[in-house]
Every structure is written in C-alpha cells, then in structure tokens.
C-alpha cells in the first residue's frame, strides 16, 4: 500500500474518534510544548548573560583571588570557588600589582575592586548597603555613567578622601526625590561626602549595581575595612586580538611578584572577555540540555499513551484487519497503515505543542519585559527541528509494537472475532 494511502486511511481512522485521538495528542503536545520553551528560555537567559557580561566592556581581561588547591582544571577551579564561599581569604592581590599589570605594553588602562557591606545613614533613613571600593579609572573602563554630580578622581583616591558615589537606588532610599550632593552619609562612625549619583544600570547577576555605594579603594581598605589587599583588578587593552598573549603576561608577572614557580600553587585567576563567555556558554548548554533530559520523560510518558490507544485501536479493529488480509492485504500495508496513524497522533501533537509552546516563551519574554529583563524573544530553529523529530521518532517506536500485533494476525482467526 502506498505511504500516502496509509495516510488518508489514517487520518479518517483517527477522525472518527477524534475525543480519544485528541485526549491521546495531548501527552505529546506537553512534552513538545515544553521542548520548545526550554530552548527559548534557554535563549533568552544566554542572550541575558551575554548582554550583562559585555555591560563591562568587551576589551578586557581580569585577574581575580583564587585559593591554591593543587588540582588543575574544573575541579581546581570548583575547589577554589567552594573555599571562598566557606570564608577562606587570598591577600596577596594588591594595588602595587596593578600598578605593574599597568606597565604591559597591550594594558591600557586597570581598575581595582573590593566589596563590603555595611550600615549606611543619612538623617533618619538608615538602610544596609553594599559597598565597593574601586579605583578613580573605573568609571573610564566600566559602561557606568554620572547622572550627576562626579566620580571621585585619583588624588582623592590616594588621599583616603571621605568621598562616595551613590548609585541611583540606594540613592532613593536615603534621599527619596531630594537632591543628595554634597550631603553628608555616615558609614560605620566615619562621614563621607555624596559627590555624584550614577545613572541607573540594573543587575548583574546577583550584583545589583544600582544598590551600590562607590568608595575611592584606599578610602575602604584604610577607613573602614582595614586591609591592604583587593579582590579583583580589570584591565583595559589596547589591542583585543592579543587578550591571551596579554592574559598569558599578566599570569607571568603575577607569578613573579607572589614568588610563585607552579601554576597549579597560583593565588590568582586570570580570565579574557571570551574565556568568561564560553564559560558562560557551557553553563546555559548544560542546563539546556538536563532540561530536556527532564522534558524527554513527559514525552516517553506521552508515546507510551499512544502506544496503549494504538492496542485499544487494533483490539477494535481486529475483525478489519482480518478482512483487509483476507482480501490480499500484505503485512507491510497492515504494518504501514497502523505506524501511519500512530505517526499522525504524534505529529499532530507536536504542531500544536510547537504553536502553545511558542505562544508560552512570547508571553515569558513579555512577562520579562515588564520586570525589567533585557530578555530576548528568540526560538532557534533547532527546536523546531528537535520537537518535531522527538514527535515524529516516539510516533515510530511506540506504534511499531501495536502495528506488529496487527499485521501478524491470523485473518481467519480475525474474522472470527466479528
């Protein structure tokens, strides 16, 4: 029998009965409809990352504490990771590092950075407020902007000047709509002097720089935090094409001056604009995928639905079957017309899951939207290509099974069964 004439016999079968046929479509249509979302979200948080990453520049490498662990690779760098949250301390990164990282040839510009938390006042408002202290060339790297006001200059820096910069919501939390400039915050039992507000930037992340109070770095390390090391240092280059060779000289010197001969004893990490992105990249791929790990299971639940109205299907039809055999139809026409309508159920399901689960990620983008997501509408075409290869593949394996059952029938033993 010819594959279109399966079809149409199909699609009549199917039609007849089109409240068990459309109860049976809808286990694929969940499963499909959530392939599809998965690869849009997926889409949209990569496109998320991708846009904040680069709010800091795309021509930078940065050096940053990392515990020594004596493991290369992931597992080094997961063991770091693990040792800084549980409160481990690296106070070998300084500014005098900075100053030198300068010197490079391909350096065009660095920054410093070190974080803190602290209880902020002004008047009667007292509200708990991160802190970062960073250099005067920060705001010259970094995608920041004054909305007004000024960013603190190098001679305050050196100067340990009591001066900060608010960022615009914690401005609004002890300011409200007044003018903050040349106010005056206490920060522990010390004073300091609002001379700028930063234009808004969102979050980061987990870092939401809009809730930042900018102090000079030395002004943080003497007055309040009482250390000498920093945490961080960003470094601008002049030529991008040469990040590694320039990651690879920062590396080298680094070494040099905290005395270090194995890279695997290395205190800092050293990491380009791009290395963060593939990271980044890997990250989002993963998680994509143990998503559709998780949605393959509600579509094998969804085959395994076709699989049992397909045996209801061929248990009702069975005086047909030996009909049609006993008139001359072969076990390939038995086979392809019953594999034909288990196909259909399964594409029919997956169209629909495709046009919900799309209707889905639009209403996620626009729900992003309105919280304040830089999130973009997107569905790569590889999740139209999955969904309907996932519908179409479990429409073939699950209806193998009851079409076998039907086209090894014994006509006469069919026929009895009217």
């Not at 010819?2 to 009965?17: P, R, T, V, Y």
């Not at 040839?105 to 408002?125: P, T, W």
């Not at 099974?401 to 069964?417: G, S, T, V």
């Amino acid at each position: 029998m010819l594959i279109l004439q399966s079809m149409k016999i199909a699609f009549h079968s199917l039609k007849s009965n089109m409240a068990r046929s459309s109860l049976t479509v809808l286990g694929v249509v969940i499963g499909i409809a959530s392939v599809i979302i998965v690869y849009s979200a997926g889409e949209g948080i990569r496109d998320l990352i991708m846009s904040q990453v680069e709010s800091f520049g795309t021509d930078i490498i940065e050096a940053e504490i990392k515990v020594p662990t004596g493991k290369k690779g992931a597992a080094g760098e997961q063991q770091s990771g693990a040792a800084i949250a549980q409160g481990v301390q690296v106070t070998t990164l300084t500014l005098g590092d900075m100053e030198e990282i300068n010197k490079l040839a391909n350096v065009k510009n660095s920054y410093a950075g070190i974080l803190s938390q602290d209880q902020a006042s002004f008047g009667n408002e007292l509200r708990k407020a991160s802190l970062l202290g960073t250099s005067a060339s920060y705001i010259d790297i970094d995608k920041s902007e004054v909305d007004y006001g000024r960013f603190f200059t190098e001679a305050e820096d050196k100067s340990l000047a009591p001066v900060v910069v608010l960022g615009s919501k914690i401005k609004d939390k002890l300011f409200g709509d007044s003018d903050p400039l040349n106010k005056t915050i206490r920060l522990r039992k010390s004073k300091f002097t609002v001379i700028g507000v930063l234009k808004s930037k969102g979050a980061v992340g987990f870092m939401d720089f809009d809730d930042y109070i900018y102090i000079p770095i030395r002004t943080l390390q003497k007055k309040i935090m009482g250390i000498d090391h920093v945490f961080y240092m960003v470094h601008q280059l002049k030529d991008l094409s040469r990040a590694d060779d320039t990651a690879g000289e920062v590396r080298l010197l680094l070494r040099d001056r905290h005395d270090i001969e194995d890279p695997i004893k290395d205190d800092f990490r050293v990491v380009t604009m791009q290395e963060m992105i593939q990271t980044l990249e890997t990250v989002t791929d993963a998680i994509t995928l143990l998503l559709l790990a998780i949605v393959a299971i509600s579509l094998v639940v969804g085959g395994v639905g076709i699989m049992n109205v397909m045996y209801v299907i061929v248990t009702e039809r069975t005086a047909e079957i030996g009909l049609r055999k006993a008139v001359g139809a072969r076990y390939a026409d038995i086979m392809g017309q019953f594999l034909a309508e288990s196909v259909l159920v399964a594409l029919a399901g997956g169209i629909i899951g495709v046009i919900i689960g799309a209707g889905v990620s639009f209403l996620i983008y626009l729900g992003a939207g309105q919280f304040g997501f830089n999130w973009e509408f997107a569905i790569p075409a590889k999740a139209f290509v999955v969904a309907l290869g996932f519908s179409t593949f479990f429409g073939v394996i699950f209806g193998v099974y009851p079409a076998r059952k039907a086209a090894r029938m014994n006509p006469i033993e069919a026929l009895r069964a009217e």
